[in-house]
């Protein structure tokens, strides 16, 4: 049969669930799960985000809150959970948590192994208004039912689909990722991206992207050198150089 790729994905309403609050009110704002592992009724994962600081300060307060879920609807969830700070910037942190006995939870990592069967690998992103779940699978032929298991537990306020990649894809040894790259620099990045910067001809100059982002052009272009060099080193990581002379 093969392995198959599915991507659910949650939309969220404003209001709906406070953490899809946090990256709704920060679109800039990222989560990504570093792991993530299901095995019987239990899960545990590591989760890296990046973003503006009172985004990273708002997360905190509610990702490390052992008395809610992460994962589903408020007060949805009787599932045991734990979690700890790994590591804490300003502007990222990283967090490992532990959940036992997801059966009694409503989100998709307990409902997958129930129609899916074992051997799932997740990856996650949350950004904006979107959660989305990637799943590798062996088995994807009752991922109908997941579906709509899905559906039936979660309010109509949260808008989710489903989709599958005819080929699996974002599976490779590369573990870079967007929240890597520091806040600032990302940010930097991302915005010169979208105003056409880095075209060819350009469609801005630096100075008018500075004055874009309201940040100071000096300062603009020493994120936007760093982010460049991390990208280049990222790039070449692992390349096996010989010198021919």
């Known amino acids: 049969m093969g392995v198959r790729e599915y991507v659910f994905t949650l939309e969220y309403d404003p209001g709906v ?14 989560a990504r799960s570093i792991a993530c592992s299901v095995v019987g009724v239990d899960m545990w994962r590591l989760d890296h985000f990046s973003g503006p600081e009172p985004a990273i300060d708002a997360l905190d307060e509610l990702v490390l809150d052992a008395n809610r879920c992460n994962e589903c609807p408020e007060g949805t969830c009787d599932s045991y959970r ?3 700070l790994l590591e ?16 009694a939870c409503p989100a998709l990592p ?13 990856q996650t992103r949350r950004r904006g208004n979107e959660y989305t779940w990637r799943m590798l699978t062996r088995d994807g032929t009752r991922a109908g039912e997941l579906y ?22 974002h599976w490779s040894d590369e573990t870079t990722t967007e929240t890597d790259l520091p806040y600032e620099q990302r940010a930097a990045l991302e915005a010169a991206v979208e105003a056409g910067y880095y ?18 052009r000096s300062t603009l272009q020493y994120r936007l050198q760093r982010a460049e060099a991390w ?7 692992g390349c096996l150089c010989v010198d021919t002379d």
């Open 82 to 84: 734990e979690h700890e």
């Open 199 to 216: 075209r060819t001809p350009r469609d801005t100059t630096l100075a008018e992207l500075a004055e874009d982002t309201g940040v100071a």
């Open 231 to 237: 990208l280049a080193n990222e790039f070449t990581d």
């Open 148 to 169: 709509d298991a899905m559906r039936e537990n979660f309010p109509e306020t949260v808008r989710i689909s489903l989709s599958q990649l005819s080929d699996p894809t």
């Open 17 to 30: 669930d406070p953490i899809a609050d946090v990256f709704i009110d920060h679109p800039e704002a990222v």
């Open 110 to 122: 307990y409902h997958a192994t129930e129609h899916l069967g074992p051997g799932l690998f997740f």
């Open 88 to 103: 804490r910037e300003p502007t990222s942190a990283t967090v490992y948590t532990f959940r036992q006995g997801i059966d």
